[in-house]
């Protein structure tokens, strides 16, 4: 059975943790060496564990940290166009030659699947990673949601998801207009109401984890997006606690393993 631990998760830096019992994956290097090192200690592992880092977009947030880790010997899993833009940013990094991306590759006992999601990158992707049968999925940096996202999404055991701003406080609070367009907009983050309506579709009896990722320090709070989305879902009768668990993902703090 898989596992997953969020290392970090925000504005300032993404790091996911998934696994199974032969092979470790991160999802994103968009913090330093060392602390993905000290994070990934406490969980009672090591970098040098890491098969491989799958990389969803360019964006410094979710690989400021990737070049030091491929100087390191991890191998990189990005589609060619995120490396070229990597690449242009941050240093040449060595990643997996992969002619087929989009069709899906394994990293040890893992399958990973990617697949489109709408954001202001040059190829953004989110993923799925299925092993046994058992399924988990990583999904933000979303513009808007897309039959294509809601169908992988589905029968996820567990999927971490964004929800990354309260509408009300990022239309009403300080950022630029520019900015909060930028954030609103179709190719730029979901907000806590639109997750939980892309939660109401693919939540199933098979989903067991919901962990909501990539929250804004200054438009939302932990509080608040948990409250939004078990409230939305509790008007379609799914209870929290009782048909699925809820959890959310900070920038600061590991959350446990799920």
Known sequence: ???????????????????SDTTEILVDFG????????????????????????????????????LRASQEGLKVYAHARTTLAINAKCGRIQTENLPFYDGGFAIGDITVLPFRVP????????????????????????????????NNLKNSRILLLEANHDREMLLGGDYPDRLKKRI????????????????KRVISPKTKQIVLGHLSENNNTPELAFQTIVDSLSREGIVEGRDVLVDV?????????F
Not at 1 to 19: P, T, V
Not at 191 to 199: G, K, M, P, R, Y
Not at 249 to 257: E, K
Request: glycine fraction near 10%.
């Open 119 to 150: 954001h202001d990158a040059v190829y953004p992707l989110a993923y799925s990673f299925i092993e046994g049968g058992d399924k988990i999925s990583v999904a933000t940096d979303i513009g808007h949601p897309t039959e294509g996202i809601i």
């Open 31 to 66: 913090m330093s060496y060392a602390y993905v090192q000290d994070a990934l200690q406490k969980i009672g592992t090591d970098v040098k564990n890491i098969s491989g880092v799958v990389v969803t977009h360019e964006h410094a947030d979710h690989v400021c940290g990737l």
């Open 184 to 199: 609103d907009g179709a190719n730029g983050h979901l907000s806590n109401e639109t997750a939980a309506e892309i939660l």
């Open 1 to 19: 059975m898989l596992s997953l631990c969020s290392l970090s998760s925000g504005s300032k830096g993404n790091c996911i943790y998934i696994a």
């Open 249 to 257: 993902a900070t920038q600061s703090h590991l959350t446990r393993i």
